[in-house]
C-alpha cells in the first residue's frame, strides 16, 4: 500500500503557473504508475495526466496538453505536475493518485490540494 500527499496548490491569477507535488510513502514507489486527476466544483472528477513507472511514457487530458507537464523522481518518492499558463476553468481541487498496474485503474489516492485561478 502506498500513502499519498499533495502540495504546492494555491490561488494564482490566469496566465501563471504553480507546480504540485505527490510525496509518496513507501519504498516501491517505483512500482506505481502515477496520475493527477482533478474535481472541478459541480463536477465529476476528471483524469489530467499519467505517468509511467520509469517514467518513459505520459498521456494527459486534451484539455492540459501544451500547458501541463507531469514528470516523477522516483528517488524522492515524488511526482509533480507542473501547470502553465492556467486558465480559470483549470479551478479544482487537484488529485494524486498511484497505479499498481498500467495507468487504467488507479488503486490509491491523496486528500487533494486546491488551486484556484482568478480571471
Known amino acids: 500500500q502506498v500513502q499519498l500527499v499533495e502540495s504546492g496548490g494555491g490561488l494564482v491569477q490566469a496566465g501563471g503557473s504553480l507546480r504540485l507535488s505527490c510525496a509518496a510513502s513507501?519504498?516501491?514507489?517505483?512500482?506505481?504508475?502515477m496520475g493527477w486527476f482533478r474535481r472541478a466544483p459541480g463536477k465529476e472528477r476528471e483524469f489530467v495526466a499519467a505517468i509511467s513507472r520509469d517514467g518513459g511514457t505520459t498521456h494527459y487530458a486534451d484539455s492540459v496538453k501544451g500547458r501541463f507537464t507531469i514528470s516523477r523522481d522516483n528517488a524522492k518518492n515524488t511526482v509533480y505536475l507542473q501547470m502553465n499558463s492556467l486558465k480559470p476553468e483549470d479551478t479544482a481541487v487537484y488529485y494524486c493518485?498511484?497505479?499498481?498496474?498500467?495507468?487504467?485503474?488507479?488503486?490509491?489516492w491523496g486528500q487533494g490540494t486546491q488551486v484556484t485561478v482568478s480571471s
Open positions: 493518485a498511484a497505479a499498481r498496474y498500467g495507468l487504467n485503474v488507479f488503486d490509491y
Open positions: 513507501g519504498r516501491t514507489f517505483s512500482s506505481y504508475g
